[in-house]
């Protein structure tokens, strides 16, 4: 019902910021009542929680790892979900993946629980 694709990634030196975008198309303009989150996956690596917003964007929740220095948010009128990534540092190197689903709590670390995946961007941090 929603196919989220993300954008945005790239390579960056250690210290520097990127912004990526996971833009959500829905027909049937639900995505308002989607929660949404960030994982990632660094090579050779099980795939991770990075942060979790709620449908109207109040509540959000972050892996410890990147607490303080990621910032997630959305804007419902763009279909859009954001991940704002500062302070980068070479473990952030991963592909990132944005993911929706229709679950009763606001947020969900649980990567289980997301029925909704996009295709990843990678994001390279250099030292």
């Known amino acids: 019902q929603v196919q989220p694709v993300e954008s945005g990634g790239g390579l960056v030196q250690a210290g520097g910021s990127l912004r990526l975008s996971c833009a959500a198309s829905?027909?049937?303009?639900?995505?308002?009542?989607?929660?949404m989150g960030w994982f990632r996956q660094a090579p050779g690596k099980a795939r991770e929680f990075v942060a979790a917003?709620?449908?109207?964007?109040?509540?959000?929740d972050y892996a410890d790892s990147v607490k303080g220095r990621f910032t997630i948010s959305r804007d419902n009128a763009k279909n859009t979900v954001y991940l704002q990534m500062n302070s980068l540092k070479p473990e952030d190197t991963a592909i990132y993946y944005c993911?929706?689903?229709?679950?009763?709590?606001?947020?969900?670390?649980?990567?289980?629980?997301?029925?909704?995946w996009g295709q990843g961007t990678q994001v390279t941090v250099s030292s």
């Open positions: 993911a929706a689903d229709l679950g009763r709590l606001p947020t969900t670390r649980e990567s289980k629980q997301y029925d909704y």
């Open positions: 917003i709620s449908w109207n964007g109040v509540i959000s």
């Open positions: 829905d027909a049937r303009r639900t995505f308002t009542n989607f929660r």
